[in-house]
């Protein structure tokens, strides 16, 4: 069974590349898409639409823009993947888990144990709360896998 996984949230770690290669070790035929994680050019997703006097402004541009392809690749992945880290807050990957739950598209949340209580509604919706990139594949292992 091949999969498709979105994965969402905290850009500051490699998180999502030991995923991808715990996957791909397994061989796992699993394909994977994401938002922009540069956040340099996240932030400028918007800017062709022209300059703006106000930061406000920019930020709204680009989070349109950005959310084409966000909600594109949820619309159309089985399943994802919202890691919330420690060090930054992380609303849009809490947004990510709401369009998700109320798409009906099941997803994991990936989180250390001091996040439990500021998650509890978004862990409430997922279909499972790992605290390791490897909790994680070995959860994708089991759902590709034929027996």
């Not at 420690?86 to 888990?97: C, L, V």
Request: net charge negative; hydrophobic share 40%.
């Amino acid at each position: 069974m091949s999969y498709k996984v979105y994965l969402s949230g905290e850009i500051h770690t490699d998180w999502r590349q030991q995923i991808i290669q715990g996957c791909e070790s397994r061989g796992l035929d699993i394909s994977f898409s994401s938002a922009v994680t540069v956040h340099e050019a996240s932030d400028a997703a918007g800017d062709g639409l022209g300059a703006e006097d106000k930061q406000f402004w920019r930020d709204h541009k680009s989070a349109k823009v950005n959310a084409i392809r966000i909600s594109n690749a949820i619309k159309n992945c089985d399943m994802a993947i919202v890691r919330f880290g420690d060090k930054y807050r992380q609303w849009n990957a809490a947004f990510d888990a709401g369009f998700c739950a109320a798409l009906g598209k099941p997803y994991i949340t990936l989180h250390d144990d001091c996040l439990i209580h500021a998650l509890k509604e978004v862990d409430g919706a997922a279909q499972a709360w790992a605290t390791t990139p490897e909790q994680v594949v070995e959860i994708l292992e089991y759902l590709v896998s034929d027996s």
